[in-house]
Each structure stands twice: as C-alpha cells, then as structure tokens.
C-alpha cells in the first residue's frame, strides 16, 4: 500500500508541476546574451547545419543597359553540409559579403530552394574563410513569432592550447 500511494503522490507532483519551458534550440550556448528576451520563446524554424565544403564565388557584371554604366563584383561564399537537427531542411548557405551599405540584409531562409541567404560585411570575409579552413564550422538559423530572427557563423568549442 505505501509504494501505491508513493508512486500516486510522485505522479501528483510531476502533474503539479509547471510545464519546463520549450527546450533550448540545438547550438543555443553560441547565441548572446537575450537582454531584450526576444528569444523568450521557443523558436518557431531551427536550421542548424554542419558545412562540409565551401566555394568562393567572385563575379563581375556589367549592365549595359543603364546610363551610367555600372560595373559590381558581387564577393559570396556558397557553403553546403549536413542539416543537424530534427525536422531541418536547410540544403546551402549563401554568404553575400557588402562593402558598401550602412546597414545588411536580414536573414532570409526560403524554403523552396532550401538556402538560407546571410550578407556580412566585405571586412568579415578573410576572417570567415580563415574559419572554413581551419575549423568545422555550423551555420544555426532562428526564427521566432515575435519576429525576431537570429542566424550565425561559429565553430565548436575549440580547446585553448
């Protein structure tokens, strides 16, 4: 009869509880500090990617068509790996890197085509190919009903030598 009632009053108990929050997105020890508590909520798209090769893409294009006549050299990095969580199905990444804006674009991850679309300063391309090179790398994107969107670049943990 006392394991009867034990095992009725653990059950209570865990009933009583309040629900644990929605459990922390795969990689979230990388993300900064939430001041603002954008992040309050559990994220409503996770994409979370192991890169495995990487290919720099310098471009140069001329439209003809326009007076003056504009000469860019698009500078990005097309990444392609392995999705890492359940229910992501995130296929490449495109780093667009800009020299000239004040501000970026936002993230944007189309599911269509399964890229996720990132632009970084132009200052930031040495040091982000430097990482590719080096380390393995994971590109995490988050996507929240408030709106709020967060997306990255890092590595593991690295030990310190």
């Given at each position: 009869m006392s394991l009867l009632i034990r095992t009725c009053a653990a059950l209570a108990l865990s009933l009583s509880l309040p629900l644990a929050a929605a459990p922390a997105p795969m990689h979230s020890q990388f993300l900064p500090p939430d001041d603002l508590a954008l992040r309050a909520a559990a994220p409503d798209q996770q994409q979370l990617l192991q890169v495995t090769e990487y290919a720099v893409v310098v471009g140069n294009q001329r439209q003809s068509t326009q007076q003056p006549i504009p000469v860019t050299s698009p500078l990005m990095i097309r990444l392609k790996g392995k999705s890492l969580n359940k229910g992501a199905t995130i296929a490449q990444v495109i780093l667009n890197f800009d020299a000239e804006s004040k501000s970026l674009k936002k993230p944007v991850f189309d599911d269509?085509?399964?890229?996720?679309?990132?632009?970084?300063?132009?200052?930031?391309?040495?040091?982000?190919?430097?990482?590719?090179?080096?380390?393995?790398?994971?590109?995490?994107?988050?996507?929240?009903?408030n709106g709020h969107i967060w997306a990255d670049l890092h590595t593991g943990a690295v030990r310190s030598k």
């Amino acid at each position: 009869m006392s394991l009867l009632i034990r095992t009725c009053a653990a059950l209570a108990l865990s009933l009583s509880l309040p629900l644990a929050a929605a459990p922390a997105p795969m990689h979230s020890q990388f993300l900064p500090p939430d001041d603002l508590a954008l992040r309050a909520a559990a994220p409503d798209q996770q994409q979370l990617l192991q890169v495995t090769e990487y290919a720099v893409v310098v471009g140069n294009q001329r439209q003809s068509t326009q007076q003056p006549i504009p000469v860019t050299s698009p500078l990005m990095i097309r990444l392609k790996g392995k999705s890492l969580n359940k229910g992501a199905t995130i296929a490449q990444v495109i780093l667009n890197f800009d020299a000239e804006s004040k501000s970026l674009k936002k993230p944007v991850f189309d599911d269509k085509t399964r890229t996720l679309t990132l632009s970084y300063p132009a200052v930031q391309y040495r040091m982000i190919v430097d990482l590719l090179r080096n380390d393995t790398v994971y590109v995490q994107f988050l996507s929240y009903a408030n709106g709020h969107i967060w997306a990255d670049l890092h590595t593991g943990a690295v030990r310190s030598k």
